[in-house]
């Protein structure tokens, strides 16, 4: 009867030792996992900022080449008003 009992113990033992390793490789999970979504958050806010500088520096350029093709297309009637002359 001891001899069964000292079995159960250990078993119990074993049981409660495999338990507590499963908990904490658990939460090591759940920290590892929580620190990539940290790190997504922060990869998302960054790549919504540089979304926004294209957006800012397209509009620019169009802005400029828009500029220029105006300024170009009022030489080039220039030119064809005193060809015409």
Do not use: H
């Amino acid at each position: 009867m001891k001899d069964r009992i000292r079995e159960l113990d250990e078993r119990e033992a074993e049981v409660e030792a495999r338990e507590v390793g499963t908990q904490a490789e658990s939460e090591l999970r759940e920290d590892k996992l929580e620190r990539r979504e940290d790190e997504l958050a922060k990869l998302e806010e960054r790549l919504l900022l540089k979304e926004n500088e294209l957006k800012t520096y397209v509009a620019q350029v169009q802005g400029a080449l828009k500029r220029r093709e105006d300024e170009w297309a009022l030489k080039v009637d220039a030119r064809d008003g005193d060809d015409q002359i």
